[in-house]
């Protein structure tokens, strides 16, 4: 699922627990009341039918934009507003437009023309068309 070939296998712990140390938990309830605070911004939003472009990204390690997304012309459907991860969260990129792709734009000639998909995307992964 947008992953990057050679970056090794996922390997998920069997219940894992939410925080696996103590201070884990500490930091999610300050960053959350920051958050709430509004000590971190959050507004650049995206808009319902706003054309969009995938950003042509190569990064050395874990990207959030599945290769086969890169470059390809899509349209925000509907904006989800901040979902955080420490990672985009830290580098002020974390909204998650849900973003639809015409199967014909993504798959080329082999796709059914009529087709299309929608994917959440983060924001940091588009650029307007």
């Not at 201070?23 to 309830?29: D, G, I, L, T, Y």
């Not at 960053?31 to 039918?49: I, K, L």
């Amino acid at each position: 699922m947008g992953g990057m070939h050679g970056m090794g296998p996922i390997n998920p712990e069997i219940d894992e627990p939410v925080f696996h140390a103590d201070w884990e938990r500490r930091m999610f309830a300050l960053w959350t009341a920051a958050f709430a605070a509004g000590m971190y911004n959050d507004n650049e939003f995206r808009f319902a039918g706003e054309a969009v472009v995938a950003r042509n990204i190569k990064p050395a390690d874990y990207t959030h934009l599945a290769c086969y997304l890169r470059g390809k012309n899509g349209a925000i459907k509907k904006d989800h507003g901040a979902f955080g991860f420490p990672d985009t969260m830290a580098h002020d990129q974390g909204e998650t437009p849900h973003t639809s792709f015409s199967a014909l734009e993504v798959w080329g000639a082999d796709a059914t023309s009529q087709g299309s998909f929608c994917v959440d995307m983060w924001d940091y992964t588009l650029v307007p068309a």
